[in-house]
């Protein structure tokens, strides 16, 4: 095989691997259920997944963007210390024109040398989409057959090697990936408790940042928070935690409200986590104006309907 295609694909799709625990995912707990069953003990333990046992080599996660699709890809490599390929497939339409059918053999190939591995594609619906995009190259038509290809090569006997596709347009998808992407697990909004466990978690992350939550200021903040994907919980509390040190930036002359250039110079010395006040409700209220839901609620009918529909877990 080209080594320089080998190159790019180990430099463009590898990732390094982190250590993503189940616990680390907020909520989810019948998906997260499944996908242990579904990918991570056939990866572990191919041999006993044969026959009458057999599972699909390929998964379609889809929901609302946000929703921690990507971090189960992570979780299910970290479980089964699989190598993690992730490319989105967007980026691989337009980055590889020309190129596209060659790296995605060199894709599946370098993944088959590195098992166990897991193949992420995000964005999948947008190169197995149904329908003729206006003037759609000839490559990306062959990049698309080249893909299927290579999925229906992913059922080896002990293969492990397992595609997960992310989508939240599954819909968009053709008939011929549905059916090599036999499982459709919906990934929907994190429910009350999640998006607590989401606050919780990030700020418990780092000793350093201090907060005088109570339980009921939490109560208050999972209850406004209704709508909110796990992503823009994270804007949020991001933003939060952002106050207390805007404020000292000000007190010390340091940002002039902006919150950027200065933290050099005399400023220094009293910018330290110590002097920080602790992140309060307020905080979260504030950050609440800044930070919007980003998913619609037209979107999550949507998704709610198909995952009666096509869901694995309806
Ligand atoms: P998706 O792939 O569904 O678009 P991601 O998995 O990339 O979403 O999530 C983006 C970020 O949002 C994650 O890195 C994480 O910080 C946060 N997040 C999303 N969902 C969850 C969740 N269920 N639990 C914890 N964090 C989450």
Redesign the pocket.
Known sequence: MDKDIVERVVSEILETPATIAWD?????KHAKAAVQELAVWPLMKPELFRGARAVPRGLLLF?P???????IGRAVASQCGATFFSISASSLTSKWIGEGEKMVRALFAVAAACEPAVIFV?EIDSLLSARKSEGEHESSRRMKTEFLVQMDGLGGDEGRLLLIG?TNRPQELDDGARRRLAKQLY?PL?CED?RRA?VENILGADASVRHSLSDSDLDVITKKTDGY???DM?HLVQEAARAPLRELFSASGGGGGGGGGGGGGAAGDVLSPTAMRPIQLVDFKRAAKQVRPSVTKADIDFHEEWNRKHGAMS
Do not use: F, N, Q
């Open positions: 680390d995912i907020a909520g989810l929901g963007p946000g929703t921690g699709k990507t971090l995000d992310a990934i994190p999640a989401i994907s796990g992503s994270r």
